[in-house]
Every structure is written in structure tokens, then in C-alpha cells.
């Protein structure tokens, strides 16, 4: 019965309900009627929209076996654990289809996401890599705002990419930026940590609108993920557009280990526009690591705290996931002053300095650690190749 099963295919996730680990119980029922089986499938929610079509297949093919004269097939709904297991799956499945990169194994991709524009996506991106260097990592920065960019003016990077090879085969170099422990310099000089940028803003005047459709940018997506030779990293942090779009779909497919990180403000409205962020990464089978609410409240020389968007729209978000806030980055003008100027505030003093700086902290030892192969086993077999 069981190699029967392995013919229905879950439409949404690309893989047989076996192996999924949909199948509780198959069995002959003791009704005295000979050949009827009864088979159980869990499912994700009570009001699964493929539960017809599964009924269906499991009809055709279990019916199909020898010997059985009637199928009867019910449902139940997956606990938590039985949902971790399909999704480790369905991120395994993906994984086998995925092209292959210069992005190491152990490196750790995080796409930092919302649902609308103007919650400063890019700002929190841009800071949390400077912040994530200062502790002496190696970053990188994929700008996937194709049509938005602004993470080279964030960064203070005026640069282009440099491209080798031939027409038919070549690559490309991230732009990289040496992260001292107080402020930013070029690279070649000593300092801890390394950013490395790859953005469009590299290839097209600041002010050239960039006038793509979807299969255009899922190609400029490809090309970033795909041909370039990025190098040993700790991170990988992808800023993507806001919303839920071909860019954000595209890189379900080509990242598929990708972790997404929210980004909401207070304000309600924003809340729940970011939740469908959230509902997309799962969709595609993306961990959802957590939520960062930014402009939080605005506190004044006095130290009076002004919620200038509302309250609690991070918390919120957060348990309606059922992730951790992962950080409150306040309304502070160094934020706007710095992204313009290339000085990242997480570099320097002040509130949301300290803020994004135990942003890194929370992410680093809680909610995406980074990988640690020393000692390792496997690791000690590959380096004596």
C-alpha cells in the first residue's frame, strides 16, 4: 500500500505524501467487507485546498492495487512537530533542483523582507551587515532591489563590479569594504571584518530607472546568486524589494536554504501588510527567522518617548508567526544621516547604534548562528584533500 501512496504527489510541495510524512495510518478495515482499506493523511490545516484532489489520487492509486475492493480515505491536521518534519522536507526536496553558486556551504543566507516599501528595509540591511563585520565576520550583501537600490549609498561604496572571462563564460567580484571596530575603511587596510557588495547600483547610474519586468529580474537575480565569485562568508544577507513578487519567488528557487528575517514598523497597517511577507516565505518553503520592528518611537533630548507610528507592531507580527522579535531599532535622525552620508550608524554611538549592534548579537547566538566547523569531522577529511 505504501509504494501505492508513493504516487500521490503533493501538488504544492512537488514530493509523494510518504515521504512527506502525510500518511498516519493505513489499514484493512474489520467491517467484514474484504479488500477495503482505510487511509489516514494529515494535513498542514483543516481547510487544505488540495484535499479533494488527494482523495482523488489516493482513490486511483490505492484502488488500483490488487485485491482492494473500496478505499476510504479521511484527514487529519499536522501537530507542530509533524510540520517541521514536512518542512525540512519540502526544503530538502527543493534543494536537489537548486543551481549551483560560489556560496559556501556553511555560510548562512538571510533575505531580509517586508511587505510595503518605506519601513527602512535597506537601512536595517545595510547596519546589520556593518554590525554583523564589527564583530569580525565576513558579509555579504546581495542587493536584490533591482529596480530600488540603494545599499551602495548606504555603504558609502562608489564602485564597479569587475567582470573576467569571456563572453560565453565570466564572473563577477563583489565589491568588498573593510569594517574596522569603529568606522569603515577601504579595503587592504587591517581591520576585522569584510563586507562584500554586489548591487546594480554597480552597474547603473544612481538616478538611471531600471525598467524590468519579471523575467528580466529573476535573470539579474540569477546572474548576482549564480556568477559571482563570492568567497568564504559567514552571511549572506539578501536585501530583497518590498512585497511578495517575481524576485521574492525567484529566490525560493534559486536559495532555497534561505532564512527570512521581517521587517515591519509599529503602525498596524504596516503589520499587516509585513505578515504577508511572512505567508510568502513559507509558501516557498523558507524559515521564517524572526521580525525586526524599526522606527520604534522617537525619544527626545528629555528622554520622552514619542510613538510617532503607533506601538506594538513588531510584537504583534511576531507571535502571529510564531517567531521571536528579534530587535527594536528606535526613530533616531543619525539612521537617515548616516544612510546618506555612507556612514552606517551601527559603526558609531547613540541608541540605534546600541540597537543594531545587539541586533547582531540576537542573530549571531539565537536566531541564525552561524555555522562553526572547526573541530568538524567532516571539515578535518576535506582540508586533508
Known sequence: MLGALRGVIDPELGDDVVSLGMVRTVSV?????????AVELALTTEGCPLKVQLRKDVDARVGAVPGVTSVKTTFGVMDKGEKARLMDRARAKAQEGAPATDIPTTCKVVAIASGKGGVGKSSVTANLAAAL?????????????????????????????????????WTMAPVELVIGPERPYRAGNSASGLIKVVSMGFLAAESEAIMWRGLILNRALQHFVEDVTWGAMDYLLIDLPPGTGDIQMGLARMLPRSEVIIVTTPALAAQTVAGRAADMARKGHLRVAGVIENMTAFVCDHGTSYPLFGSGGGTRLA???????LGQIPMEPSVAAGGDAGRPV????????????ELARVVVEEAVPVVEVTGCSAASILAGL
Open 319 to 325: 507571535a502571529e508567526v510564531g517567531v521571536p522579535l
Open 29 to 37: 478495515e474489520p467491517d467484514g467487507a474484504a479488500g477495503h482499506v
Open 346 to 357: 551601527a559603526l558609531g554611538e547613540g541608541p540605534a547604534g546600541d540597537a543594531f549592534r
Open 133 to 169: 563585520a564589527r564583530r569580525g565576520l565576513t558579509v555579504g550583501v546581495l542587493d536584490a532591489d533591482i529596480w530600488g537600490f540603494s545599499i551602495p549609498r548606504m555603504l558609502g561604496i562608489d564602485d564597479k563590479l569587475e567582470v573576467t572571462g569571456t563572453k560565453d563564460s
